[in-house]
């Protein structure tokens, strides 16, 4: 367990309404530069395409949901959104490193255990990856980004994934609480 | 804290209340005209009668055909199954909304193609997606399916391939006397069917 | 019209990538500050232990929101290129619950997944790995999912235009509804045991 002073110094958070603003400018830098919002999923997918198309080309081609994805012209935002990965990356790390919190865990509530706490997440982004390409998209590309431009899917998939989560929070709350 | 937060609430209140109010910019979207120019040049807009046929033939559902000509003539002889949005009547809304397909994609004909081409430039211009031209228009549609050309001995066998294919549309679409008329002579012609070239080199080694 | 500037070939497309590097590196520093790489602050909002998610989510959705349509009105961007992700009803919905259930079980979304990969933690890493397993399992079943995949097509649909309003008077809508969320959350905060991270 951590000592009481690491704690408090890594529990040196911006003001919510603060980041929430900064956030809003980045989208909105975003969109000014792109003109597409900021994605988190896509970028996941790309490599997935790329990388499957490395291992056999062949089955990307006969694949109905891989083929979509890669053609001659290969839509710029795919290599977009993985520049943008390394930049979250870079960015959280020095955020993480100027505040202290840089440290290898596994974060989980005191009630479970470390190895409940993986299986969860794995399960978890087992989901996300799932239901990301049904939404086309996850909370940053299709909900916040959507939401900002207006756009029917944002608002959609903001309430369908929240409403959700909402639900099977009483299911899960032995994990969190 | 608190202050300042019903401060920052009644700020973003303002700003709302300010885009409710303001005049919305009208930005029409519209197609930039070198684009156009460029779409223009490129000629993809237009299907062969053949295309087209074959299209009808197999009930294709994602393609509409839009006769852009006066109801006069719509009504005399078209295309089976089009639409008659006439040039003239091309701007109303309920014509705007048909054209505006995001679904299907729209073939626009008249009787040769200058009037179908001023129908596709203008719905183009306008941003309007999925926008086609049967090239040569009804003339041609006549000239070629309604009364194939019996292709010249020498013609390779394609040539009698697609003059198969176009006798079999004319009796589809009620070619009526002039077609079978052509028939008769090319029986003898027909047996000129060469081997198709495309076998040999795809037979390859290991 | 000056924005947006790629598509009109302002800047060209060769900074178009490392435009994406320094957009994703605010983004990720942002989140990371505001404390999106902890993921029982993230599951804080369901259970009302800390709102963070909904008042940093909100605020910035208005905020780009505001920021555009004021720059539309200056003609400083031209809104209709901005991409506007086609919406397909069942897909979305059937997507969000799936994410829904993948947030409440992960802790993580996909962004904050790698914000916490970021600074070490492993929930964060396994969960980013699962995504990867996942997308693959979604495109091998494709066959069986299209059907839902292109279920309920709306087009480029924007939500002013489904409800009937203009774009300006929906934003101040949305701004009256995120400040009462924001004074319920406060509210809901102040009530709730507070849980020791």
New interface residues.
Partial sequence: MNTSSTEDRGKRYLNPYFGGFLLGLVLLATMFVTGRGLGASGAVKSTVVQAVNTISPAHVEKSKYYSQFISDDIHPMSNWLVFEILGVLAGAFVSGALAGRLKFKVEHSPKITSRTRLIMASLGGLMFGIGSQFGRGCTSGAALSGMASMATSGFIAMMAIFGSAYMFAYLFRKFWI | MNKKYVFLAGLLILLGIGLAVLPSRQHPKETDPAQLINEIKDQTRFLSTDEIARKIIEKDPSYMYVDVREPAEFNSFTLPGAVNVPLSQLLDSANMILLNQKVKSVVFFSNGDITAEKAWLLCRRMGFNHLYIMQGGLNYWIETIMNPPVPPATAPSQDFDTYEFRKGACAYFGGGSAATSVETKSPQQKVVVKPKKNSAPAAGGC | MI?????QGI?G?EW????????????????????F????KL?GV??G?D??VL???????????????????L???????????????T?????????????????????T????????????M???????????????A??L??K??YGG????????E?LGI???????????VA?GA?IVATIVEKRV?K?D?
């Fill in positions: 924005g947006p500037l790629i598509p800047i497309a178009s990538n490392v435009s994406g590097l320094v957009l994703g590196m605010g983004f990720g520093y942002v989140l990371e500050s505001s404390g790489s902890s993921s029982r599951a369901f259970y232990y709102f963070v008042k940093v989510f909100f605020t910035a959705a208005i905020t780009a929101m505001v920021g555009l349509l004021y720059f539309s009105y003609s400083w961007i031209d809104f209709n290129m901005i991409y506007i992700n086609p919406a397909f009803l897909s979305a919905i059937i997507g969000g619950i799936i994410m829904g259930l993948g947030f409440i079980m992960g802790g993580f979304c996909p962004g997944s790698f914000c916490g990969a970021a600074i070490g933690k492993i929930d964060a396994i969960f980013t790995l699962g995504m990867f397993v996942g997308i693959i399992l979604f495109s091998e494709f066959p999912l299209e839902i995949y097509p709306m087009g480029n649909s924007l939500v002013n489904v203009s774009q300006g008077l929906f934003a101040l809508i949305l701004i009256v400040i924001f045991k849980v991270y």
